[in-house]
């Protein structure tokens, strides 16, 4: 049973910084795609970064130019730098893994999810 667990969100003013850690622990088999999406209420979970074991990757338009995924396969986490945020980014934000290459839909695996919340 693979577990997911998410770290580093919080409260953030607009322009802010924060950086989201997901550790994987568990299962059978290596986690090949790993990444991010985020939920707000009333609104459908998208997807906002992914990256494979391989280094492949996909993210959102939103999300490009100010979010950076990076992994660390050998510690089994990713994690989520985003810089520049801004209040529409503000959304409960879950880690996802998948045994699959996948980088346009969500793994089978999901984190507890960790509020980032952007105000002034």
């Known amino acids: 049973q693979v577990q997911l667990v998410e770290s580093g969100g919080g409260l953030v003013q607009p322009g802010g910084s924060l950086r989201l850690s997901c550790l994987a622990t568990?299962?059978?088999?290596?986690?090949?795609?790993m990444g991010w999406y985020r939920q707000t209420p009333g609104k459908e979970r998208e997807l906002v970064a992914v990256?494979?074991?391989?280094?492949?990757?996909n993210e959102a338009d939103s999300a490009k130019g100010r979010f950076a995924i990076s992994r660390d396969n050998d510690k089994n986490m990713v994690y989520l730098q985003m810089n520049s945020l801004k209040p529409e980014d503000t959304a409960v934000y879950y880690c996802n893994a998948d045994e699959a290459y996948n980088l346009y839909s969500p793994g089978p695996y999901w984190g507890q999810g960790t509020q980032v919340t952007v105000s002034s």
């Open positions: 990256v494979t074991s391989g280094g492949n990757s």
């Open positions: 568990g299962g059978r088999f290596a986690i090949n795609t």
